[in-house]
């Protein structure tokens, strides 16, 4: 019988090569993603063709999407199964063999469920904690380690799920709340002193920010959060712009709480006007304190719909969050979802494909907070997305992007014209009068931007030459493919030719490889053995990859100058390949993309301010 070290080793090589996979799939679907924002912005709601692309690469992102929860649900499993290994008694585990892994489907939670409704080991919420019950002191008595796994269990039967079920939702909020009791039950049979909840923290005007939130909450989040709250109480929108990894969702998911919270009476005179055309009510029996926040639409990127989820989950675990998305639980009846949501309001989160699609269903709804995160997406002001979202009777309008201008003044109007409608007048009197004068005196003092031109290897420009001899090209330069598609292949051919072929080509010739050794020449890195790892047969060699050479001597001579850096790449597995060789180098470096958790990266960044000649990749 294997030892359970060994078993560990063998788990957690499982999850390392399932996290592979993960990043993999989320790097394919950012992909997508991107094509659909393309398709988006020249989206013609009367060209049946257009809305047939749309549905179809809807229809692949949703088995992308399938996929991707797929191998979210392996790696928690197989993480359950490694903490109970490590936590668990050698004799237990050889005694009782493998550990079971938590169901995570929605059927098994709805069993689980039941049986915690009946189950006495936690009191009803409705029964006051304080009178004595025998089934409480029963569920003390329970050792650690089976509350432990229990806790864990029950966790896991909510992960992913949104709450289009109504009575899943109102299962999940009585669970939460008996969790709370048990907790408190917990520490008083211990003779433990209750954990004291900190106080409600009040801002200027009335709203109360839920004290277990606001004291988790770094000085710049609560600076964040008293803004949008000024900017509530005048009537108009805003634009979230800190960089990645401050915590934006976290700072809008507080205020929200926050409005939830406070029991304030409404001033939304157009809110107001569209409920009173509405035959939905905005009250909940289910979520106290939801009395004067209507129901709430929030935009995303399809790849942060379940990161928005869990944020959710962690911050306001009370609040219903459904999902208007092919991922989602009750996408195949999308009205009937929306009257639902309606009758208990709540959060509705969806991507931008998803809102195109449903525009004639969303838009008369009355929404009292309607958000763009990334909302960089609607830059273009003739594409069909940013009219659309115009067109939302919303008294209030938020933007959360780390990127809110991207290229040009106009795209900084397109957003703004947003969240506060004509503020800077119509677009050609803002370019007339702000764009043009602007762009002029920033270069009036300013050094020229420096843009390093990097030469193909030779290798590269074979592949490169390649492809445009391939049938794939010429169905492009025949109006036949997809032109977006091809010009992704050929950015990543430039990057680094194994992100296009997956290796070193082992058929044909590799053409030029003594010629890219010599332009490699000039290349050191410190230690001397590390050059193994520049092996042709290496994925990632950078004697395949001109940009990664030069990349790698500027990063040598900055170290050399003592400076910091920091590098940018748009593909995971470029920035995977980079690592590779900067820990070759013996370069100290930290890395942050989108895999990082957000409770990590505002360390990373305090990390990196405070080391010197630190090196930062980010992707």
Same mark, same amino acid.
């Not at 004290?211 to 803004?227: K, N, P, S």
């Not at 107001?272 to 909940?284: D, G």
């Given at each position: 019988?294997?030892?359970?070290?060994?078993?560990?080793?063998?788990?957690?090589?499982?999850?390392?090569?399932?996290?592979?996979?993960?990043?993999?799939?989320?790097?394919?679907?950012?992909?997508?993603?991107?094509?659909?924002?393309?398709?988006?912005?020249?989206?013609?709601?009367?060209?049946?063709?257009?809305?047939?692309?749309?549905?179809?690469?809807?229809?692949?992102?949703?088995?992308?999407?399938?996929?991707?929860? !797929?191998?979210?649900?392996?790696?928690?499993?197989?993480?359950?199964?490694?903490?109970?290994?490590?936590?668990?008694?050698?004799?237990?585990?050889?005694?009782?063999?493998?550990?079971?892994?938590?169901?995570?489907?929605?059927?098994?939670?709805?069993?689980?469920?039941?049986?915690?409704?009946?189950?006495?080991?936690?009191?009803?919420?409705?029964?006051?904690?304080?009178?004595?019950?025998?089934?409480?002191?029963?569920?003390?008595?329970?050792?650690?380690?089976?509350?432990?796994?229990?806790?864990?269990?029950?966790?896991?039967?909510?992960?992913?799920?949104?709450?289009?079920?109504?009575?899943?939702?109102?299962?999940?909020?009585?669970?939460?709340?008996?969790?709370?009791?048990?907790?408190?039950?917990?520490?008083?049979?211990?003779?433990?002193?209750?954990?004291?909840?900190?106080?409600?923290?009040?801002?200027?005007?009335?709203?109360?920010?839920?004290?277990?939130?606001?004291?988790?909450?770094?000085?710049?989040?609560?600076?964040?959060?008293?803004?949008?709250?000024?900017?509530?109480?005048?009537? /108009?929108?805003?634009?979230?712009?800190?960089?990645?990894?401050?915590?934006?969702?976290?700072?809008?998911?507080?205020?929200?709480?926050?409005?939830?919270?406070?029991?304030?009476?409404?001033?939304?005179?157009?809110?107001?006007?569209?409920?009173?055309?509405?035959?939905?009510?905005?009250?909940?029996?289910?979520?106290?304190?939801?009395?004067?926040?209507?129901?709430?639409?929030?935009?995303?990127?399809?790849?942060?719909?379940?990161?928005?989820?869990?944020?959710?989950?962690?911050?306001?675990?009370?609040?219903?969050?459904?999902?208007?998305?092919?991922?989602?639980?009750?996408?195949?009846?999308?009205?009937?979802?929306?009257?639902?949501?309606?009758?208990?309001?709540?959060?509705?989160? !969806?991507?931008?494909?998803?809102?195109?699609?449903?525009?004639?269903?969303?838009?008369?709804?009355?929404?009292?907070?309607?958000?763009?995160?990334?909302?960089?997406?609607?830059?273009?002001?003739?594409?069909?997305? /940013?009219?659309?979202?115009?067109?939302?009777?919303?008294?209030?309008?938020?933007?959360?992007?780390?990127?809110?201008?991207?290229?040009?003044?106009?795209?900084?109007?397109?957003?703004?014209?947003?969240?506060?409608?004509?503020?800077?007048?119509?677009?050609?009197?803002?370019?007339?009068?702000?764009?043009?004068?602007?762009?002029?005196?920033?270069?009036?003092?300013?050094?020229?931007?420096?843009?390093?031109?990097?030469?193909?290897?030779?290798?590269?420009?074979?592949?490169?030459?390649?492809?445009?001899?391939? @049938?794939?090209?010429?169905?492009?330069?025949?109006?036949?493919?997809?032109?977006?598609?091809?010009?992704?292949?050929?950015?990543?051919?430039?990057?680094?030719?194994?992100?296009? /072929?997956?290796?070193?080509?082992?058929?044909?010739?590799?053409?030029?490889?003594?010629?890219?050794?010599?332009?490699?020449?000039?290349?050191?890195?410190?230690?001397?053995?590390?050059?193994?790892?520049?092996?042709?047969?290496?994925?990632?060699?950078?004697?395949?990859?001109?940009?990664?050479?030069?990349?790698?001597?500027?990063?040598?001579?900055?170290?050399?100058?003592?400076?910091?850096?920091?590098?940018?790449?748009?593909?995971? @597995?470029?920035?995977?390949?980079?690592?590779?060789?900067?820990?070759?180098?013996?370069?100290?470096?930290?890395?942050?993309?989108?895999?990082?958790?957000?409770?990590?990266?505002?360390?990373?960044?305090?990390?990196?301010?405070?080391?010197?000649?630190?090196?930062?990749?980010?992707?």
């Amino acid at each position: 019988m294997p030892t359970p070290s060994l078993n560990m080793k063998s788990l957690s090589e499982s999850i390392n090569k399932v996290r592979e996979d993960i990043e993999f799939a989320v790097s394919e679907i950012e992909g997508m993603e991107s094509l659909l924002d393309r398709l988006l912005s020249d989206f013609d709601p009367n060209d049946r063709s257009s809305e047939r692309k749309v549905r179809s690469l809807e229809s692949q992102i949703e088995v992308k999407m399938s996929l991707l929860d !797929t191998l979210r649900k392996r790696e928690n499993a197989l993480a359950y199964r490694l903490s109970s290994l490590s936590q668990l008694p050698t004799s237990e585990l050889t005694e009782n063999g493998p550990i079971q892994e938590p169901s995570l489907s929605q059927n098994a939670s709805s069993r689980t469920l039941k049986k915690s409704s009946s189950s006495t080991s936690v009191p009803d919420p409705d029964v006051d904690p304080r009178r004595p019950q025998k089934a409480s002191s029963k569920a003390v008595r329970k050792s650690s380690s089976s509350e432990s796994v229990n806790e864990i269990a029950r966790a896991s039967i909510f992960d992913g799920v949104d709450d289009a079920d109504l009575e899943f939702y109102k299962r999940r909020a009585r669970l939460h709340k008996r969790s709370e009791l048990q907790k408190e039950l917990n520490a008083l049979e211990s003779n433990m002193p209750v954990k004291e909840k900190p106080e409600d923290a009040e801002l200027d005007g009335g709203l109360r920010i839920p004290g277990e939130i606001w004291a988790r909450l770094y000085d710049y989040q609560r600076t964040g959060v008293r803004w949008l709250w000024q900017l509530h109480r005048h009537g /108009t929108g805003g634009i979230l712009g800190d960089e990645m990894g401050l915590g934006k969702t976290i700072q809008i998911i507080a205020f929200l709480a926050g409005l939830r919270h406070s029991h304030l009476p409404s001033t939304d005179s157009i809110f107001q006007m569209a409920m009173s055309r509405s035959r939905n009510s905005v009250r909940s029996a289910y979520d106290d304190g939801l009395v004067n926040l209507g129901p709430v639409l929030i935009v995303c990127p399809a790849t942060v719909l379940s990161q928005w989820l869990s944020e959710f989950r962690t911050w306001i675990p009370t609040a219903r969050v459904v999902i208007l998305h092919s991922s989602g639980s009750g996408y195949t009846n999308p009205s009937r979802l929306m009257s639902s949501l309606f009758s208990t309001s709540g959060f509705v989160l !969806t991507t931008y494909g998803t809102l195109m699609l449903h525009r004639d269903l969303l838009l008369p709804l009355a929404w009292q907070y309607l958000i763009l995160d990334e909302g960089h997406k609607i830059k273009n002001p003739e594409a069909d997305i /940013t009219m659309t979202v115009k067109r939302f009777l919303t008294p209030h309008k938020l933007i959360v992007s780390g990127t809110p201008m991207q290229n040009n003044l106009k795209e900084l109007w397109s957003i703004f014209d947003f969240v506060n409608v004509g503020k800077l007048g119509s677009l050609p009197d803002f370019l007339q009068n702000f764009a043009v004068p602007i762009t002029q005196g920033g270069y009036a003092t300013s050094s020229p931007v420096q843009v390093l031109f990097c030469r193909l290897t030779n290798y590269q420009r074979s592949v490169y030459e390649e492809y445009l001899c391939s @049938r794939a090209c010429t169905e492009i330069l025949n109006g036949k493919g997809l032109v977006f598609k091809g010009l992704i292949l050929l950015k990543a051919l430039c990057n680094h030719p194994d992100l296009v /072929t997956g290796g070193p080509r082992h058929f044909g010739m590799r053409n030029g490889e003594d010629q890219d050794d010599l332009l490699a020449g000039k290349l050191s890195l410190d230690p001397p053995d590390s050059r193994a790892e520049m092996a042709w047969e290496q994925f990632g060699c950078p004697r395949r990859s001109g940009k990664l050479m030069v990349t790698l001597e500027l990063l040598r001579l900055w170290y050399q100058q003592g400076h910091k850096a920091l590098v940018f790449t748009q593909s995971r @597995r470029m920035l995977r390949i980079l690592e590779k060789y900067l820990s070759a180098a013996g370069y100290a470096y930290l890395k942050m993309d989108g895999t990082t958790p957000v409770g990590q990266r505002q360390k990373l960044v305090e990390m990196f301010n405070a080391r010197p000649g630190a090196a930062s990749t980010s992707s």
